[in-house]
């Protein structure tokens, strides 16, 4: 198993930045690719960015090239997303999810960004 603990979300206005963290433990070594996904009400849940653990390839949701940046911290095992040029309309709670090699997959508990105009 692998446990997901989620940080770095609050409220900040149009154009500013947060940076969210997300810390795993447990079976780390299993993890294939981490990644950022967002959700708001009544809509399904979607991909943000993804990065592969070991090599540290990444992937971004097209709306999102150029904004947010996702990294990781190998040796924490910690990934975090840089987000920049915040709108309005990226409000959402922010999840965190590990993929395994094999089929597993965790998430995290969310955290909630507001993006105020």
């Known amino acids: 198993q692998v446990q997901l603990v989620e940080s770095g979300g609050g409220l900040v206005q149009a154009g500013g930045s947060l940076r969210l963290s997300c810390a795993a433990s447990?079976?780390?070594?299993?993890?294939?690719?981490m990644g950022w996904f967002r959700q708001t009400p009544g809509r399904e849940r979607e991909f943000v960015a993804r990065i592969y653990w070991p090599s540290g390839v990444t992937s971004y949701a097209d709306s999102l090239k150029g904004r947010f940046t996702i990294s990781r911290d190998y040796a924490k095992n910690t990934v975090y997303l840089q987000m920049n040029s915040l709108k309005p309309e990226d409000t959402a709670d922010y999840y965190c999810?590990?993929?395994?090699?094999?089929?597993?997959?965790?998430w995290g508990q969310g955290t909630q960004v507001t993006v105020s105009s």
């Open positions: 999810k590990a993929a395994m090699f094999g089929t597993a997959e965790y």
């Open positions: 447990g079976r780390t070594l299993s993890i294939q690719h």
